[in-house]
């Protein structure tokens, strides 16, 4: 509830304060096109400089600009705390991940792979475009009250409707994963830079656990605009990354984790037994 207790702030307060945190905030303007055709960072181009701390954080995005009034009037925001979830019967993910071509920006909000168009995933006949992948520290979204050290989030969007659905994968210290370690050795190490590496390949698959059960409930995206009707799927299986890998993209990127959200009267599903 604390969005709900802290909306009476002054929004007057905020453009002095924006001084004062300039070291977390980035202007959207100086992200390129390509970043911000992406699904979570597009929609903030006009909105306003939020961050993860102080007075442009999480308890105050929804008074920052009225295009981000759902961050703190929404019933449906993500991330939630997936416990008492109802186990029922549903379809398995098909994921259709092909290669891409390093292709990463840090925008001051994340560490992000823009995807080479052709891969997808496709549930229930449905199939969702992937457009890039992008990194949390900590996790966003917590299974029975956990959280993890890391959450990879892999955004796609349905052709014909224009909706979202997002894989969440956490990530558990544990075996050192080589296509994260491709994208580590290439990562901007500065807010608002880019790499790309034509030559250089990874598979968005090789960043998925071997169990492709999942949760599944409706939510938001997890960053101002917070706009609602994103279908989320977060795998109950965590991927393994070193505890150095973990620590290294933790450093660079800070911390960058929404706090979970009221679920209200939303069911979370658990698909098991296929
Ligand atoms: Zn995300």
Redesign the pocket.
């Known amino acids: 509830m604390s969005n709900r207790l802290t909306r009476n702030l002054s929004i007057r307060a905020l453009p002095s304060l924006a001084l004062a945190g300039a070291v977390f905030v980035v202007s959207v303007a100086m992200i390129t096109d390509k970043t911000a055709s992406a699904a979570?960072t597009m929609e903030t181009k006009g909105g306003g400089k939020w961050a993860y701390h102080g007075e442009l954080g999480p308890d105050n995005w929804g008074q920052i600009s009225p295009s981000y009034a759902a961050c703190g009037a929404g019933q449906s925001q993500s991330p939630v705390d997936l416990q008492n979830a109802d186990t029922a019967r549903m379809q398995a993910i098909s994921f259709e991940y092909r290669v891409t071509p390093i292709d990463l920006v840090h925008n001051g909000h994340?560490v992000q792979v823009n995807y080479q168009a052709g891969s997808s995933i496709t549930i229930g006949g449905d199939r969702f475009d992937l457009l890039q992948l992008?990194f949390?520290t900590p996790s966003?979204h917590k299974i029975d009250g956990q959280a993890y050290p890391m959450e990879i989030?892999f955004v796609h969007k349905h052709q014909a409707s224009g909706r979202l659905a997002v894989i969440g994968v956490l990530v558990a210290p544990g075996n050192h994963n080589l296509a994260a370690q491709e994208i580590w050795d290439h990562l901007p190490t500065q807010a608002n830079s880019a790499t790309d590496k034509p030559r250089v390949l990874i598979n968005g698959r090789d960043l998925l656990p071997d169990s492709r059960d999942y949760f599944r409930y409706m939510g938001s995206l997890?960053?101002p605009p917070c706009s609602e009707g994103v279908s989320w799927y977060v795998l109950q299986q965590a991927v393994q990354f070193s505890a150095a890998q973990i620590e290294r993209i933790g450093k660079l990127m800070g911390y960058n984790a929404r706090p979970v959200q009221q679920r209200n009267h939303r069911m979370v599903l658990k698909a098991g037994g296929m």
Do not use: A, F, R, Y
């Open positions: 979570e994340t992008h949390h966003e989030h997890t960053t």
